[in-house]
C-alpha cells in the first residue's frame, strides 16, 4: 500500500455563508513535537462536523486551542469579524464556545438544575465580595435550558448521581447552553454510553446544532460520525488531510486519510 502525500489533503470550498469560527493555519509546538500545522477550519451555523483522527493526530490540542485552554505558535482565530490576540478561557466563553468533555465534569452531590447553573448563577444583590443569588431565576432558566435539549427529569433537586448516563450528559449539554451561541464540542460524547443511551446523546448533539450554533463532535466512532455530522474533517499528525461532507465520503475513504493508506481501485 501507498503513503498518502503529506499536502493531498481533501478540502471542499466554503460555503457560501458566514463563518461563525474560523481557524487560520494554526500550528502549536510542544517541545520538538509538532502537534498541529497550519490547520485551517471554518465552522458554519447549524453545522455538525466530526473531527476524527488517530490518538495524536492534534484532536485535543485543537480543541484545547478553540476553547482558549492553549495558545497557538502560528495562525489566527477569527470570531466573526473579531480577532483575539490571546484567546483565554474566559474570552473564548464570552465569545459563546463551551466543551463538553467525555468525564462531563457534573458534581454529583448536587441536582441537575444546579449543575446546569453552577459558576453561572444569576445575581439578585451584590455589594463588593458579598452577593445573594437569585436561586428562582436560576431554576428557572435552568429549566428552560434543560427543556431546549429534549429531557424530562422529574426531579431538578436530585442529584445527578442518581441518573442515567443519557440524562448526565443532557444535564452536561444543558449547562453548556447556557453560554454558548456560537460553538459547542463534544468530546467523545458517547465513549460510555450504551445502544439506547448513545441515540439519545446523538439527538441531542442535533438540537443543539438546530439553534443555529456550529458543533465539533469529537468520536472515534464512525457509526456516530456517519450517522449525525454533515462534514468530516481528519487530521493526521496535526494536519487536516480530509475534509469532506459526510454524504461524499465513505467509511473506507475516512479510515485511509487517518492512517495514510491510499485507497487502490476502490471507494
Not at 490540542?61 to 502560528?74: A, F, M, N, R
Not at 448533539?205 to 466512532?221: D, F, P, Y
Request: charged fraction near 20%; hydrophobic fraction near 45%; charge should be positive.
Amino acid at each position: 500500500m501507498k503513503s498518502m502525500a503529506s499536502d493531498a489533503a481533501i478540502s471542499i470550498p466554503a460555503p457560501a455563508r458566514a463563518a461563525l469560527m474560523r481557524c487560520v493555519g494554526i500550528s502549536k509546538f510542544f517541545g520538538g513535537v509538532r502537534a498541529l500545522h497550519r490547520v485551517s477550519l471554518d465552522l458554519f451555523p447549524g453545522e455538525i462536523v466530526a473531527l476524527v483522527g488517530d490518538n495524536g493526530a492534534g484532536k485535543s490540542t485543537l480543541v484545547k486551542i478553540l476553547s482558549g485552554i492553549c495558545q497557538p505558535d502560528e495562525g489566527d482565530l477569527w470570531f466573526g469579524e473579531e480577532r483575539p490576540q490571546r484567546l483565554t478561557a474566559r474570552q473564548a466563553r464570552k465569545f459563546g464556545v463551551e466543551t463538553v468533555y467525555q468525564h462531563l465534569s457534573l458534581c454529583d452531590n448536587l441536582g441537575a438544575a444546579a449543575n446546569v447553573m453552577l459558576g453561572q448563577e444569576p445575581v439578585r444583590w451584590q455589594l463588593g465580595p458579598l452577593r445573594i443569588l437569585d436561586e428562582p431565576r436560576a431554576r428557572t432558566e435552568a429549566m428552560r435550558r434543560i427543556g431546549e435539549v429534549g429531557v424530562v427529569l422529574e426531579d431538578l433537586n436530585a442529584p445527578v448521581r442518581r441518573l442515567s448516563g443519557g440524562q448526565r450528559q443532557a444535564v452536561a449539554i444543558a449547562r453548556a447552553m447556557v453560554n454558548a451561541h456560537r460553538l459547542v464540542m463534544f468530546d467523545e460524547p458517547t465513549a460510555a454510553l450504551g445502544v439506547k443511551q448513545t441515540h439519545a446523546t446523538l439527538e441531542l448533539i442535533r438540537r443543539v446544532a438546530q439553534q443555529g450554533i456550529a458543533v465539533v463532535l469529537i468520536s472515534h466512532n464512525l457509526d456516530d460520525v456517519f450517522a449525525v455530522s454533515m462534514r468530516i474533517v481528519a487530521l493526521r499528525h496535526g494536519q487536516v488531510c480530509l475534509n469532506v461532507p459526510t454524504e461524499k465520503t465513505s467509511r473506507a475513504t475516512v479510515v485511509a486519510a487517518m492512517t495514510g493508506v491510499a485507497l487502490e481501485g476502490r471507494e
